[in-house]
């Protein structure tokens, strides 16, 4: 077993090569020039990443509500879901993304007992599902614009067709392939706390029993509406960011070149993807064919920028959340 030490040191070891790659094969000379910043498109930023997280969190809540067996006032819940997520956003910068998201999350609802361990796990992990469906949903569009294959027109088509397939297709099942990934879950963790060790590790928590709430036809639609949302928000902040640094491309191209992005950052095993979200940037805007001096600024602005108002939008939130509960104590008294 490789030990913590070892690991982060392998960890750092991967930015301080990642990094490297990204100055010596990079143009920085409008980086060391201090690029120009426009500065009214950073609220835009902000306000997308509202967006993005906002609608993120009203699909977890739903998912959550559709497994759990128990009865949550919605108003308390999503604003206390809002707040755990937007802690797992802050501690993602400074992690791993998929560990901090899942963890955290996964922590506070064991925590609250709003969930049990292994069920707050599922809802995360079907969360984090939906996204994967999107990405695989844009993969034959985007490698057909950035190929140029296909124009913006025609991927457009092409994505409108295979959303179309995929409400059809949820439609045709009526709400059932989440109960379905519920069973073969819960059937696997039984099935892994059969086994001498590792069972002996899970303990009993993870065969507590729970009920499990059909999801309705409707509900899954949404919950594919939310995802593609979600996505779209995404997009407009990488677009916006691109602004602020006078990073010249459009809106269609930063939403069909993403998913590459995304499929880098699958490697996220860095703390906050550093280094490899920087990889899949500077691999993006070459096939885009902005300037070289221009993808640097983009790509060492982006971590600088979205670092602190993902931090920033997490103290607001954290500051707001105090007041509401300190409110709160002073009304029940």
């Not at 459009?250 to 996220?268: C, D, K, T």
């Not at 709160?328 to 008294?333: F, M, T």
Request: glycine letters at 10%; hydrophobic letters at 50%; proline letters at 3%.
């Amino acid at each position: 077993m490789i030990n913590k030490r070892t690991r982060a040191i392998g960890q750092w070891g991967l930015v301080a090569v990642s990094i490297s790659i990204l100055f010596y094969f990079g143009d920085v000379s409008e980086l060391i020039r201090m690029p120009t910043i426009h500065w009214p498109f950073i609220p835009l930023v902000f306000l997308s990443t509202v967006g993005f997280t906002l609608i993120h969190n009203i699909r977890w809540t739903t998912l959550v509500k559709g497994i759990s067996s128990t009865s949550i006032d919605p108003k308390i819940d999503f604003f206390q879901f809002y707040h755990w997520l937007l802690n797992s956003y802050a501690l993602g910068t400074m992690i791993p993304n998929d560990i901090s998201l899942a963890g955290v999350r996964t922590f506070y609802m064991n925590r609250t007992k709003i969930l049990s361990f292994p069920i707050a796990l599922f809802s995360v992990l079907l969360d984090r599902f939906f996204d994967f469906i999107v990405f695989f949903g844009l993969a034959i569009p985007s490698a057909l614009f950035m190929t140029k294959v296909a124009n913006g027109t025609g991927a457009l088509f092409y994505l409108g067709c295979i959303m179309a397939m995929i409400f059809l297709f949820i439609s045709w099942k009526k709400g059932e392939g989440i109960d379905y990934l519920m069973r073969v879950y819960r059937s696997g963790l039984n099935w892994l706390s059969r086994l001498p060790i590792i069972g002996k590790r899970m303990g009993g928590r993870w065969r507590e029993a729970s009920d499990i709430t059909s999801f309705r036809e409707g509900s899954v639609h949404q919950l594919m509406g939310w995802s593609f949302l979600k996505y779209f928000f995404l997009a407009l902040r990488f677009y916006f960011t691109g602004q602020v640094f006078g990073v010249d491309f459009s809106l269609l191209q930063g939403f069909f070149f993403i998913p590459f992005i995304q499929l880098v950052g699958m490697l996220n095993i860095t703390p906050g993807g550093l280094g490899i979200v920087e990889m899949g940037s500077y691999g993006a805007l070459k096939f885009m064919e902005v300037p070289e001096s221009k993808i640097m600024v983009f790509v060492i602005g982006q971590r600088i920028l979205l670092f602190c108002v993902t931090i920033g939008l997490a103290l607001i939130n954290h500051l707001v959340f105090i007041i509401g509960s300190r409110l709160r104590r002073v009304e029940a008294q």
